[in-house]
């Protein structure tokens, strides 16, 4: 069965720092892609970076980056240099590549202070 | 850039009555997805579709059906309302199968209170 765990329910950080969500997941399957989504306080939810299981490098897109390990079936989300627009909840997604579902975490809420 | 619509944006419903939430996509997209938010549980799924006139049970079905007439359409029904049914409800699209064509993209969202 596949699963989704994101353990921290929130953080604080100042602006202009990195800040790294963790995020481990569950599946019997060896082909998957992870995903990461960031819903904004107007409740709206947007992708914004995505690994597939097979790639051994770390995805990366703008200020965020991805830290696959997949031998701990880790994909933690990194910010660099946030910015106080980073506030938003984060989630953790992953699909099997053979399946249709995608299976999200609980999210983590990202308080970026100035 | 996807567009998913969803309708309503919030609903009001007594316990007993039917409810029914609509999703239409215009991208040509094959899987669409019902998702449910509450608060600490993050986003659910309850039905999922990759072909017309075909849905499939997510993690959380009970209680709700679903209907893809088209492509384009995904409806979400609540035949009896319940108090536990209040909750934000998400709809999103995805082209699906291909490597590269996985991403989700979601409507607005509807709020749903059931009184």
């Known amino acids: 069965a596949q699963k989704v765990t994101q353990t921290q329910t929130s953080i604080s950080v100042v602006e202009k720092t990195t800040v790294t969500m963790d995020c481990v997941y569950e599946t019997r399957d060896s082909s998957y892609f992870l995903f990461w989504y960031k819903q904004t306080a107007s409740g709206e939810i947007v992708f914004l970076i995505r690994q597939d299981s097979y790639k051994k490098e770390n995805a990366t897109v703008g200020h965020y980056s991805l830290n696959f390990q997949k031998p701990k079936s880790s994909i933690g989300l990194i910010i660099t240099a946030t910015q106080i627009e980073d506030s938003a909840v984060y989630f953790c997604?992953?699909?099997?590549?053979?399946?249709?579902?995608?299976?999200f975490g609980k999210g983590t809420h990202l308080h970026v202070l100035p | 850039e996807a567009a998913v619509t969803q309708s309503p944006r919030s609903k009001v419903a007594v316990t007993g009555g039917k409810v029914t939430l609509s999703c239409h996509q215009t991208n040509n997209h094959d899987y669409m997805y019902w998702y449910r938010q509450d608060t600490g549980h993050g986003l659910r799924l309850i039905h999922y579709s990759y072909v017309a006139d075909s849905t499939e049970k997510g993690d959380i079905p009970d209680g709700y059906k679903a209907s893809r007439p088209s492509q384009e359409n995904f409806s979400l029904i609540l035949e009896l309302a319940s108090l536990s049914q209040t909750a934000v409800y998400f709809c999103?699209?995805?082209?699906?199968?291909?490597?590269?064509?996985?991403?989700?993209?979601f409507g607005a969202g509807t709020r749903l209170s059931v009184l």
């Open positions: 997604a992953m699909r099997n590549t053979n399946a249709y579902k995608v299976i």
């Open positions: 999103a699209s995805s082209e699906g199968g291909g490597l590269e064509q996985n991403t989700l993209y």
